[in-house]
């Protein structure tokens, strides 16, 4: 297997204290990479800080909501003065609730749109001046919802389609500066917030998994091989895509999900 090595590399993780993030910057860490990471909790970026500092590198865990564009600026300058300009940023956090779209209230669907799709605006426009020009690589951390209809998602639906928009609308805008603009797509990953709470029981993850072509639900691994290959100088011809790394699940209508999102 080709081993990737991003030493002397800076990467920036938005979200990147827990589940599928935390996956990816630990990926980073053990390819070298120095890693900044940045989220609303004090706690889980200490601990974020802790488990990727056992890789040896240079980490720094910032805390900062993504809602909050002063507040997402000043942790990027502060992880631009510590570690140089960032070749690679990876904006992942987001929020997610089931709920039908008449029991949700106006401010429930604008918390997730909120976290989902403004914060990614937030990460991707205040980054841009501290992105490494020509070269840097920009990996945002999508969903399934984006372009399949789930019931009990309409929030996480809207957010996330306008999420793969905007990169691929800055894929174009940015490509002059040498930048390229991606959407990662995560299906069924096991041991991540978004499996507990959109299939919070044995029988119901197996439905799930039931519709997996590949016949199994993926890792965090799996979803932090695909960002670094696109980080690295094997795709340097890759921007403006949406990738599903999801075992086939989407192909096949993504079944299993909406029936178990009914029942709960």
């Not at 827990?18 to 053990?30: C, Q, T, V």
């Not at 390229?180 to 919070?200: D, F, K, Q, W, Y």
């Amino acid at each position: 297997m080709q081993e990737f090595d991003f030493t002397g590399k800076t990467v920036f993780v938005a979200g990147g204290t827990s589940g599928i993030n935390l996956g990816i910057a630990e990926a980073f860490a053990k390819a070298g990479a120095k890693v900044a990471v940045v989220s609303r909790s004090q706690n889980r970026v200490d601990e974020a800080q802790r488990r990727l500092r056992l890789y040896g590198g240079e980490v720094v865990g910032l805390s900062a909501d993504v809602r909050n564009v002063d507040a997402i600026s000043a942790a990027l300058k502060a992880a631009y003065d510590l570690l140089g300009e960032t070749d690679v940023l990876v904006s992942g956090a987001a929020g997610n609730f089931p709920s039908p779209a008449l029991g949700m209230s106006a401010n429930g669907f604008k918390a997730v749109v909120d976290i989902d799709l403004l914060g990614t605006f937030n990460v991707l426009r205040t980054a841009h001046t501290y992105l490494r020009k020509p070269g840097a690589v920009v990996v945002n951390i999508s969903a399934p919802q984006a372009f399949l209809p789930i019931p009990l998602q309409s929030h996480v639906c809207a957010a996330k389609a306008g999420v793969d928009m905007l990169t691929r609308v800055l894929a174009i805008e940015w490509g002059s500066d040498g930048i390229r603009v991606n959407s990662v797509v995560p299906g069924p990953i096991e041991e991540t917030e978004g499996m507990r709470r959109l299939a919070s029981t044995p029988e119901a993850i197996q439905s799930i998994i039931c519709n997996v072509p590949l016949g199994r639900a993926g890792t965090k691994q799996d979803v932090a091989n695909l960002v670094l290959f696109l980080a690295s100088p094997w795709a340097t011809y890759i921007s403006g895509a949406v990738i599903p790394v999801d075992g086939g699940w989407s192909v096949s209508g993504a079944g299993g999900l909406a029936p178990t999102l009914r029942s709960n």
